[in-house]
């Protein structure tokens, strides 16, 4: 991370007469690179669609055209069977933005009998997949909470559910 030395921090402002005025600040600047372009997700690729029977080698040949490959991991079950889908990170943004621009839904592979377009596109952030999680675990809540209330056996069973989750608002 990066500081510019304290004498050249100023902020703009805009005074009373409408006049922009530069305020000198007390505070060191802090510049550092986004937090994509820092673990390299900028230049991670989920590769899916894949023919089971592919190997990273055949994934491999199918990406190495658009740019230098530095990892390539086709993701496998327990079984150590392929989940028919992949990662492939370059070593730049723009040869990973290249292989999506050619090859997403460009090719046609035969998956589990029938054929589906592969599907290239960039790998989600950590801060994605947590959220993607989150909102996953509330929706199988509200499921479990309805299932509750639908399961009690009578209309006083529901309506002491759903007061003990649901309070009624107290008068004053």
């Given amino acids: 991370m990066a ?10 402002t805009i005074g009373q007469d409408g006049r922009t005025q ?10 550092k690179p986004a937090d994509s372009e820092s673990r390299g997700e900028d230049r991670k690729l989920f590769v899916g669609m894949l023919n089971k029977q592919q190997c990273e080698d055949d994934v491999r040949r ?5 740019g230098s490959i530095e990892e390539c991991t086709i993701l496998r079950g ?4 392929s989940k028919g889908c992949a990662f492939v990170k370059y070593s ?52 479990n909470l309805i299932n509750s209330v ?13 007061n003990r989750l649901y309070p009624p608002a107290q008068m004053n």
């Fill in 3 to 12: 500081q510019a030395p304290r004498e050249q921090q100023r902020e703009s």
């Fill in 22 to 31: 530069d305020i000198k600040m007390n505070r060191p600047i802090q510049v």
């Fill in 62 to 66: 199918l990406f190495e055209s658009f």
């Fill in 78 to 81: 327990p079984d150590g069977n």
């Fill in 92 to 143: 730049s943004h723009a040869e990973a933005q290249a292989a999506i621009t050619a090859l997403h839904g460009s090719q046609t592979m035969p998956v589990s009998g029938a054929s589906s377009s592969l599907v290239v596109k960039f790998a989600d952030t950590d801060k994605e997949r947590t959220i993607r999680r989150m909102q996953q675990m509330a929706v199988i809540y509200k499921q």
């Fill in 150 to 162: 639908l399961l009690c056996s009578s209309p006083k069973d529901k309506k002491a559910l759903c």
